[in-house]
């Protein structure tokens, strides 16, 4: 991410100090009980249907 948007995702934005990562989670049943843990939904954002250009804009 720092090469792409030149955003260091390690940098502490409190503190300056670096973060570590403490653990990867593999199985979607381990992000299941941590977003329950935290109180999360676990279903994702609803997506709008796609739609065209504004009339106007056929002018």
């Not at 653990?23 to 329950?36: N, P, S, T």
């Amino acid at each position: 991410m720092r090469k792409t948007f030149d955003f260091d995702v390690f940098a502490c934005v409190r503190c300056g100090g670096r973060r570590s990562v403490l653990a990867y989670v593999k199985q979607a049943r381990g992000v299941r009980a941590i977003l329950e843990h935290l109180g999360l939904p676990m279903a994702g954002a609803r997506l709008a249907p796609a739609r065209g250009p504004h009339k106007a804009a056929w002018g």
